[in-house]
Structures are given as structure tokens and as C-alpha cells.
């Protein structure tokens, strides 16, 4: 699942991931996107989604600023910074794993 938003809204979108152990849902983690010209967007990546790896759940975070430029058919042009976390589960939390 990913959520990205190049609007400008008043207030950031959120999705709230939940993982389910013991007979008890468990917080993941909050993903956060927000477009007010510039953009942040977050998506996890499950070990069994497309691109997901073994073991491990996958954040890519993408910020855009946007560079004041627009392309022939009117979007505005980004310039993208991309990064991906990775995060192991033990049950009840996500850690993030250090390379």
C-alpha cells in the first residue's frame, strides 16, 4: 500500500498499521504523507509483498521539493530524495535494523 499526496491539504494524511499476536492488536507504526507544495510520503514493504525481503519490513520514505519548474504538461517538477529503512519484528514491535 502507498500513500502519496502532491495536493495541498491542511492537514497531513495518516495510516495506521496494526499487527495481530497474542489476541491483541498491536500498533506497527503511523505512516505519515503531506503535500503543501512539497511532498513526504511513507510506504511499508511486508516480507511477503512485491519487493519485500525475508524477515523484514521495508520503509521507503520519498520527500519531493518542488523546484518551481513545471513539465510541458503542467505538473510541477520534484527534486526526489529517496531513503529505505529496514525494521525487524520480534512479536510486539518493530526495530529498526542497523546495516
Known sequence: MKSI??????????????GFGNNELIPIYNIKSVGDGDYHSEELIFPRDKGGKPNLVLLKIEDGEDTGKNYKNG?????????????????????????
Open 5 to 18: 499526496l502532491e495536493v495541498n491539504p491542511a492537514e497531513p494524511s495518516r495510516l495506521y498499521y496494526f
Open 75 to 99: 505538473d510541477p517538477v520534484y527534486k526526489k530524495k529517496k531513503q529505505i529503512k529496514q525494521f525487524m519484528w520480534n512479536g510486539k514491535f518493530l526495530s529498526e535494523k542497523k546495516r
